[in-house]
């Protein structure tokens, strides 16, 4: 079975720029979660979609935002990037929502703001 | 902010000991899950551990949740150097349902030296 994909793998934007990353989750997964990771606030979560519906958000601006589509694959967006949005963002998918079962995570993607 | 604190940060072992790493979490949890990460790239699922459960083995880890406690840990044993990487705890809190979220630990660094 095909693991997370996501691309692009890295990407160089640059301030005020907006940003869209793609996610292809597991085959027969429904539900795709996004995470920020930076050295400094660790990994945080961002949003989940299960079945096109977003299920549960984290705390994060409305500058970010994503979608499902009806073949499970997600996409984000961050509009207006800042300095601060530099950080790998991961994917992952699963079976069921709400961290109820094991995700399984992409290789991520680098943004880097300048 | 991190449900989940590990504890030590970081660890260094040789080749063949046992490693263990700890996670303490402040509200009552569906689950608790372990995964590693092996420089700046996406997480691989290790253990998943219900509320319900106290000890699960998978190969060479064990995972032991004490909920009375709030805590878990992770045992490695007889390390190998591919097991040189970063360990995450992630709890999806309980009472949440499908609504629930992974939230991370702040991650031990492993360094396991031949």
């Known amino acids: 079975k095909a693991g997370v994909t996501q691309t692009p793998r890295y990407l160089i934007k640059t301030r005020g720029q907006q940003v869209t990353l793609s996610c292809s989750p597991i085959?027969?997964?429904?539900?795709v979660s996004w995470y920020q990771q930076t050295p400094g606030q660790g990994l945080q979560f961002l949003f989940e979609?299960?079945?096109?519906?977003?299920?549960n958000k984290g705390n994060f601006p409305g500058r970010f935002s994503g979608r499902q589509f009806s073949n499970s694959r997600s996409e984000m967006n961050v509009s207006t990037l800042e300095l601060g949005d530099s950080a790998l963002y991961l994917c992952?998918?699963?079976?069921?929502?709400?961290?109820?079962?094991?995700?399984?995570f992409g290789p991520g993607t680098r943004l880097t703001v300048t | 902010s991190q449900q989940g604190e590990e504890d030590p940060q970081a660890l260094s072992i040789q080749e063949g000991e046992n490693a263990t790493m700890n996670c303490s979490y402040k509200?009552?949890?569906?689950?608790l899950q372990w995964y590693r990460q092996n420089s700046g790239r996406g997480l691989v699922h290790l253990i998943l551990?219900?509320?319900?459960?106290r000890e699960k083995h998978s190969g060479r880890l064990r995972v032991t949740l004490d909920t009375s406690k709030k805590s878990s840990s992770l045992l490695i044993t007889a390390s190998r150097a591919a097991d040189t990487a970063s360990y995450f705890c992630?709890?999806?809190?309980?009472?949440?349902?499908?609504?629930?979220?992974?939230?991370f630990g702040t991650g031990t660094r492993l360094q396991v030296t031949l």
């Open positions: 085959s027969g997964h429904r539900s």
């Open positions: 992952a998918s699963s079976h069921l929502p709400g961290a109820l079962d094991e995700q399984y």
């Open positions: 979609y299960f079945s096109e519906t977003q299920r």
């Open positions: 551990i219900r509320s319900n459960e």
């Open positions: 509200t009552s949890i569906n689950n």
């Open positions: 992630a709890t999806a809190i309980k009472g949440a349902g499908t609504a629930s979220k992974l939230t």
